[in-house]
């Protein structure tokens, strides 16, 4: 299957600095990306849709000035988490999808701590 | 509104089958997804149905109802890699995925 890469895998932060994170798609172009939160033992939540070329779609409840979304290229999408604060501990992950066959796969996912 | 049931633990033995069920509501349909996630790690993709009936890959079939809105996905000759969360997702009539709480599966020797 196609292959989504993220970067980076692991990152610790003070409070009140920024985080960015990379979802690239290495095999296939996307002109769209979307990128989950994930809570232990929780399910995936959709934060926002990644789109090239217009600006990012955000979820209900989601503040755009705070996970900013920059989708660069058919093949990169970053998440930046801006004054990022120990509430936004949490697994990032992000996906691209494919058509023909359809199918939606994930990069390995961000796991950032806030301390 | 748009909703996903699937059970939320399902225990089985190794070398046995499992069905793992799933019922969708959503705005429109474009297709059922199954993905697997083991802890701490990203969901990878195990299969999509758009048509009804089963589609057969190996070890795991997913099958799809769509006038009953229902889907499952059966895996047989258990092994204790299984163990992980299943989680079911409809695609909306937006191309967006609509996302289950998802299945725990345990595999007991």
């Known amino acids: 299957g196609a292959v989504v890469s993220q970067h980076p895998s692991r990152v610790i932060c003070k409070s009140g600095t920024s985080v960015k994170i990379e979802c690239r798609s290495l095999?296939?172009?996307?002109?769209?990306m979307f990128w989950y939160r994930q809570f232990p033992k929780k399910s995936l939540m959709l934060m926002a849709t990644?789109?090239?070329?217009?600006?990012?779609?955000?979820e209900q409840g989601v503040e755009k000035d705070k996970f900013l979304i920059n989708h660069a290229s058919l093949t990169l999408s970053t998440l930046t988490v801006t004054s990022a604060h120990p509430e936004d501990s949490s697994f990032y992950i992000c996906?691209?999808?494919?058509?023909?066959?359809?199918?939606?796969?994930f990069g390995p996912g961000t796991r950032l701590l806030v301390l | 509104g748009q909703n996903i049931d699937q059970p939320t633990e399902m225990t089985a033995t190794e070398g046995a089958i499992v069905q793992i069920n799933c019922t969708y509501q959503?705005?429109?349909?474009?297709?059922l997804f199954w993905y697997q996630q083991h802890a701490g790690e990203a969901p990878t993709f195990l299969s999509y149905?758009?048509l009804d009936g089963l589609e057969e890959k190996g070890r795991f079939s997913s099958f799809l109802s769509r006038s009953k809105g229902y889907s499952y996905l059966l895996l047989k000759e258990l092994q204790m890699k299984d163990s992980a969360s299943y989680l079911c997702?409809?695609?909306?009539?937006?191309?967006?995925?609509?996302w289950g709480a998802g299945t725990k599966l345990i595999i007991k020797p």
């Open positions: 996906s691209a999808p494919t058509r023909e066959p359809w199918a939606q796969y």
């Open positions: 095999d296939f172009q996307a002109t769209t």
């Open positions: 990644s789109n090239e070329g217009s600006k990012a779609t955000y």
């Open positions: 959503t705005s429109g349909f474009n297709g």
């Open positions: 149905n758009v």
């Open positions: 997702a409809a695609m909306d009539s937006n191309y967006q995925l609509i």
